[in-house]
């Protein structure tokens, strides 16, 4: 996470540019046509060198591609990953499963520093589910050893960075050591106003439903309200992400075509996006490629687009007897 506490953008433009273009020429070139060398193309040359280094020195050329694509006005407000394959990941290599854990922390800061870095809102990670029990006790244990061995690595420069870490998820189920550190790590980051980082841990969506539910079935008892209704609102404020917009991409790794259980209610409209890439080969250079596949999504809510909205009612409803719902 270094490189981004070094990340400073300077309100002039001009210097901002000039200084990237020494540092990073190479990499520019790769980013900017060769027709922007006339007087007038050197300021659509400075535009484009802003827009693709002001957040994000690309890495290689595979970066520096999908970032030109990106429009950065409109990246998602929340990302959800479901981060899967370290498994497998490490038989391929024919390494024990705990080594594919521990490249996976490795993608998990990259990506968590490239969408800090792109000003993204909000990046929720599922890190543990409550059916990760289930899996034989060596592995839970590295799992719980290597959360607290990443909190106590990278706590200082997830708040240097201004992130402000949440979890989600029965953390009071979690063990002692574990449930100390991430509190440790809300408490100290809760006033930043960076991304905010959401892990969810020893998190089920069926059991955040439940808990929501007796939550505001507690509330009634206590309040003697006879009289109490539940609507969307109400069932949102009752759960663990209460407060956080719903994920409008979701990720998933790895090639797998579910949603395993992770924020079942908050993905009603999110944007799906699934690689068969591993957790641990998921670069910054792929979650721009799902960003850019993202955005040539059109996100409908069960309405119309423009186009369909301009056609009389008629004729629309005979087109789109097959249409989705979406
Ligand atoms: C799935 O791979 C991954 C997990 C069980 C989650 C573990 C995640 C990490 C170690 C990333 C760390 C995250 C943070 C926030 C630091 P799998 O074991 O199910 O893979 P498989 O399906 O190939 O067996």
């Not at 290599?93 to 993608?107: D, E, M, N, S, Y």
């Not at 059916?131 to 244990?141: K, L, S, Y």
């Not at 997830?158 to 002692?176: A, D, F, M, T």
């Not at 991430?182 to 089920?204: C, D, P």
Request: glycine share 6%; aromatic share 6%.
């Amino acid at each position: 996470m270094s490189a981004l506490s070094s990340t400073t953008i300077s309100s002039n433009r001009q210097s901002v540019t000039h200084r990237k273009l020494r540092l990073h020429a190479p990499v520019l070139a790769l980013l900017v046509p060769p027709a922007c060398v006339s007087f007038s193309g050197c300021l659509s040359f400075e535009r484009t060198l802003v827009k693709a280094t002001e957040l994000l020195k690309p890495a290689n050329a595979e970066e520096a591609a999908s970032l030109d694509k990106i429009d950065l006005k409109r990246i998602p407000q929340h990302v959800a990953v479901i981060m899967d394959g370290n498994g497998r990941w490490a038989q391929r290599r024919h390494l024990p499963r705990i080594a594919g854990h521990r490249a996976g922390v490795k993608a998990a800061r990259e990506i968590i520093e490239t969408c800090a870095r792109l000003k993204l809102s909000y990046l929720t990670l599922y890190a543990f589910s409550l059916e990760n029990w289930r899996r034989p006790q060596a592995e839970v244990d590295f799992l719980m050893r290597l959360l607290r061995e990443y909190l106590k690595r990278e706590l200082p420069t997830i708040h240097k960075n201004n992130i402000r870490l949440l979890v989600i998820g029965r953390s009071e189920q979690l063990p002692e050591g574990v449930r100390k550190d991430i509190e440790h790590g809300m408490r100290l980051t809760a006033r930043n106003t960076g991304m905010k980082l959401v892990v969810a841990l020893n998190y089920g969506g069926r059991a955040e439903l439940v808990d929501a539910f007796n939550a505001m079935l507690e509330q009634v008892r206590s309040n003697g309200l006879s009289a109490f209704m539940a609507d969307e609102q109400t069932v949102s404020e009752h759960l663990y992400t209460a407060g956080l917009p719903d994920p409008d991409l979701l990720i998933r790794t790895s090639g797998e075509m579910r949603v395993s259980n992770f924020l079942l209610w908050q993905i009603a409209y999110a944007e799906i996006y699934v690689t068969e890439t591993l957790w641990p080969d998921f670069s910054p250079a792929r979650l721009l490629e799902a960003l850019v596949d993202y955005q040539k999504r059109e996100r409908r809510y069960g309405g119309l687009n423009a186009a369909q909205e301009s056609v009389p009612a008629a004729k629309s409803a005979k087109r789109s007897r097959w249409a989705g719902r979406g």
